[in-house]
């Protein structure tokens, strides 16, 4: 049971045209790990997560999320036991935000209102917004309180599989820090499964069980962070090895 | 999404004789609807002491963990000591980490609701902001019109024609195959009528008549005014939310100069000459109409014209299409200013756009007939 595998990508190919982005990618993600997805800015690592939410298709290859192709999870409904934090929110705007983290409890539940209303409330206080913030509409949010209330939303139904695109970009550091317990909270607590694509090292360091680096279409390198940044390819080592890089993993092994 | 899960329930079983309440089931958030009633009644257990216990539960998320710990301030509020039972390993954790939270929760009040008199008041208040920032709205551009038109040279032209092929060149078939289907339609009526007066002739007065003054000038400032008045909000609108608006102003670009006064200037040239094209195309349906129905042949239809109306009424409904051309533009662009934060807004102010400029439109319409009636044309 522990070891199974929550998504698996095979033989996985993407091109726009003759333009190629991805060449054979394979990997699977087990149940209850934090798993990242970092590379450059351009290595397709967006559109990886879009097909892993089975909102574009790939040329070739295949995915299976939760050992089912993508016709079975659209009939079985699995996609209520997925949550996903979108890049930059995708908040519906007409919608207070108390009513987007309703959304999908009432498209999928019968709870009573008042319930409703109080579990929306939690969600909100999960991720750290004050139950008043509810009443406001997303434009009048600033940006880490959106991420927030679009992370509260992902996690209404209180998914097995969780994607965070780039959870803890633009947030202030100590926010950053605080969404990354929580993640690993919920993680523990949950039985969570996260996928995540992010740039922040430091998050990588502290929550990422595995991670697959992309580049060049390919898969650079794959496993745990350590492995990673010990490999030996320069597109890799440029991005950990950096000024940024070296920072946060000394703060990773020397932690106070 | 059609497809369910499969079904699931949540229980609750209260035991009297030994002070129990038993937890079973799932208590996740698809569903605990089926916990219908989950507090005990005061009456349930006269004695102090109870236990809870989740030993048979299934599973327990977040919303489940919620409800335990609703229950168990019912429990507290009829002064009962609990002790919780069999919960271990990551469900305690979930527990705690929900328990943690819950004084952070205060349920907001939903908004008042308002009174008649207070949304009547509201409601004339925003009416009356409105129509101030129209006036403003129309001052600016007049300035900024009036600035440039003394420094001609400052005016955007290649903006201008670009706005010219949108709102024109491109609105010319569907401005034709209206008005003609309007001259067509206009003919057949008349002269249905006319026919049995014997007064086939006076087709070419109805038909020219209101053509020429009313009908082409007023039809195709309503086809331009959903066409072209609805892109310009939403195409100014979407620009401000994405802060595209904010941009121009700090490269130092007014947005005035660039996204209003040419769409004005342009709109004020294309009207009247698609206004003109109107006329032709109404006029050629009519001419079909009379042809196939009264026997009237284009010679003596075209030769009648000149008779039935007077050079003055063909130029009138011409000096109607840039007055109508700027109240297009303006109420286009002016909306596209008022979209504040997001998607929503955009769709609400293009149709405001849209029903303000026709009904502006057709005002302006019925003043110039008062006017020209007072001067007698």
Not at chain 1, 31 to 46: D, H, L, M, Q, W
Not at chain 1, 68 to 79: A, D, F, M, S, W
């Amino acid at each position: 049971m522990m070891n199974e595998n929550i998504l698996e990508v095979r033989n996985l190919h993407t091109c726009f045209g003759r333009e190629c982005i991805h060449e054979d990618l394979n990997f699977e993600v087990r149940r209850g790990e934090i798993f990242a997805i970092v590379g450059g800015s351009g290595s397709g690592k967006t559109v990886l997560l879009r097909e892993a939410l089975l909102l574009q298709e790939p040329t070739a290859g295949t995915i299976k999320v939760f050992g089912e192709t993508p016709r079975q999870v659209e009939k079985n409904g699995l996609r209520q036991r997925t949550g996903v934090l979108f890049q930059h929110g995708a908040l519906f705007s007409s919608l207070t935000v108390q009513q987007n983290v309703e959304t999908p409890i009432i498209e999928h539940t019968t709870l009573s209102p008042g319930l409703r209303h109080e579990l929306g409330c939690l969600k909100l206080a999960l991720v750290g917004l004050a139950s008043e913030n509810g009443r406001k509409l997303p434009a009048q949010l600033s940006g880490g309180m959106l991420k927030r209330a679009a992370l509260a939303r992902a996690l209404a139904l209180d998914p097995e599989l969780l994607f965070l695109d780039e959870p803890t970009a633009g947030l202030d550091p100590a926010s950053a820090d605080a969404l990354d317990d929580l993640i690993l909270q919920l993680r523990d607590s949950l039985g969570l499964t996260v996928v995540m694509i992010t740039h922040d090292l430091d998050t990588l360091w502290r929550a990422a069980d595995r991670a697959i680096f992309l580049g060049e279409r390919r898969i650079l390198a794959g496993g745990t962070m350590k492995q990673i940044s010990g490999s030996g390819h320069p597109l890799v080592k440029a991005y950990f090895q950096g000024n940024r890089g070296r920072g946060a993993r000394e703060a990773a092994w020397n932690p106070g | 999404m059609t497809a369910r899960l499969p079904p699931k329930s949540a229980g609750l079983v209260f035991e009297a004789d030994y002070p129990r309440v038993r937890l079973t089931g799932y208590w996740i958030t698809t569903a605990i609807g089926s916990l219908d009633e989950p507090m005990p009644s005061p009456g349930w257990w006269p004695g102090r002491a109870v236990t809870i216990d989740a030993g048979e539960l299934r599973a327990l998320d977040t919303a489940g963990a919620w409800l335990l710990g609703k229950l168990i301030g019912v429990l507290e509020s009829q002064q009962r000591e609990w002790r919780l039972e069999n919960l271990e390993g990551h469900r305690r954790t979930l527990f705690e980490l929900v328990q943690s939270r819950q004084s952070d929760i205060r349920p907001v009040e939903p908004p008042r609701r308002q009174g008649m008199l207070e949304q009547v008041g509201r409601a004339s208040h925003d009416h009356l902001n409105v129509a101030n920032a129209l006036l403003a709205f129309i001052g600016e551009s007049a300035s900024v019109l009036f600035n440039h038109l003394i420094r001609p040279w400052r005016l955007r032209l290649p903006l201008i024609l670009t706005e010219v092929e949108e709102a024109g060149v491109r609105a010319v078939p569907i401005v034709a195959l209206l008005s003609f289907l309007l001259g067509v339609t206009l003919a057949y009526q008349g002269s249905v009528q006319l026919r049995i007066y014997g007064a086939n002739i006076y087709i070419v007065d109805l038909t020219a008549l209101t053509i020429f003054r009313e009908l082409a000038s007023l039809m195709t400032a309503v086809i331009v005014a959903g066409r072209t008045g609805a892109a310009y909000t939403a195409e100014i609108g979407t620009m401000k939310v994405t802060e595209e608006l904010d941009a121009l102003r700090t490269i130092g670009i007014p947005p005035f100069d660039l996204l209003v006064l040419p769409r004005i200037l342009g709109l004020m040239i294309t009207l009247p000459l698609l206004t003109l094209l109107a006329d032709v195309t109404g006029i050629f349906g009519a001419m079909l109409m009379a042809k196939s129905l009264l026997d009237i042949s284009f010679q003596s239809f075209l030769d009648r014209i000149p008779e039935a109306i007077s050079m003055a009424s063909f130029v009138l409904g011409l000096i109607k299409a840039p007055v109508f051309a700027m109240i297009i533009a303006a109420v286009g662009c002016f909306q596209g200013f008022r979209v504040t934060g997001a998607a929503d807004s955009v769709g609400r102010q293009t149709t405001l756009s849209v029903v303000q400029s026709i009904f502006l439109v057709i005002v302006a319409d019925a003043a110039f007939s008062v006017l020209f009636s007072w001067f007698g044309i």
